[in-house]
């Protein structure tokens, strides 16, 4: 019984990002469907099956354009800024976003490697990325090669902290950042396998 109920596990949770991403793009096309093929019925007295996906597709691709540019991008912000203002609205946008970002080629670019370091006392160890040398007066004051590294908070990884580490106590693990990531998002329930 526990090896069956231990698949049924591993099957579900393999399954529901499918599912919540299928369910997701399908509200959005039901959504943009009902919206837009009931006006386009009355305008011109004739159902078009699918729309909403056509709809959506240039939905996404203008909204990719405006925010592209200075003048879009400002709006953008402008809007979001406005978002805060309405209850609740702010906690789950903004929640998404930050998790959405922290996924983005561009939140990886900012991380070079994934480390373990001993914090907050030996023993005691936390994973963080690794995001440079540290230098200037921090270094010149020190004895040891110091290395920066960000150790970020569970489940949010877009607040956390910066540490400086002596080079030779940063042990390297051979795991990507986008596995650094699922792992602290996850609360440790994602590990990744272990790298040959």
Same mark, same amino acid.
Request: charged letters at 15%.
């Given at each position: 019984?526990?090896?069956?109920?231990?698949?049924?596990?591993?099957?579900?949770?393999?399954?529901?990002?499918?599912?919540?991403?299928?369910?997701?793009?399908?509200?959005?096309?039901?959504?943009?469907?009902?919206?837009?093929?009931?006006?386009?019925?009355?305008? *011109? =007295? +004739?159902?078009?099956?699918?729309?909403?996906?056509?709809?959506?597709?240039?939905? /996404? #691709?203008?909204?990719?354009? @405006? &925010?592209?540019?200075?003048?879009?991008?400002?709006?953008?912000?402008?809007?979001?800024?406005?978002?805060?203002?309405?209850?609740?609205?702010?906690?789950?946008? *903004? =929640? +998404?976003?930050?998790?959405?970002?922290?996924?983005?080629?561009?939140?990886?670019? /900012? #991380?070079?490697?994934?480390? @373990? &370091?001993?914090?907050?006392?030996?023993?005691?160890?936390?994973?963080?990325?690794?995001?440079?040398?540290?230098?200037?007066?921090?270094?010149?004051?020190?004895?040891?090669?110091?290395?920066?590294?960000?150790?970020?908070?569970?489940?949010?990884?877009?607040?956390?902290?910066?540490?400086?580490?002596?080079?030779?106590?940063?042990?390297?693990?051979?795991?990507?950042?986008?596995?650094?990531?699922?792992?602290?998002?996850?609360?440790?329930?994602?590990?990744?396998?272990?790298?040959?």
């Amino acid at each position: 019984m526990k090896r069956i109920r231990q698949i049924f596990i591993r099957g579900l949770f393999s399954l529901l990002p499918i599912a919540a991403t299928l369910y997701l793009i399908q509200l959005m096309f039901r959504f943009m469907d009902d919206l837009l093929g009931r006006y386009f019925e009355r305008l *011109f =007295g +004739i159902a078009i099956p699918g729309i909403g996906i056509l709809a959506t597709l240039v939905l /996404i #691709f203008a909204t990719g354009s @405006l &925010v592209s540019n200075v003048v879009g991008e400002r709006l953008f912000h402008y809007g979001e800024r406005m978002l805060h203002k309405i209850p609740v609205v702010p906690k789950v946008y *903004f =929640g +998404i976003k930050q998790i959405i970002n922290a996924f983005t080629l561009e939140g990886k670019n /900012i #991380f070079n490697k994934v480390v @373990l &370091v001993e914090y907050p006392r030996k023993g005691l160890y936390v994973v963080g990325f690794l995001t440079g040398e540290s230098g200037g007066e921090v270094q010149t004051k020190t004895e040891a090669q110091l290395v920066n590294v960000f150790i970020p908070t569970t489940p949010n990884p877009t607040s956390g902290m910066l540490i400086l580490v002596p080079g030779n106590d940063v042990i390297y693990l051979d795991m990507s950042v986008e596995e650094g990531l699922k792992l602290i998002v996850s609360a440790g329930v994602v590990v990744p396998e272990e790298v040959n």
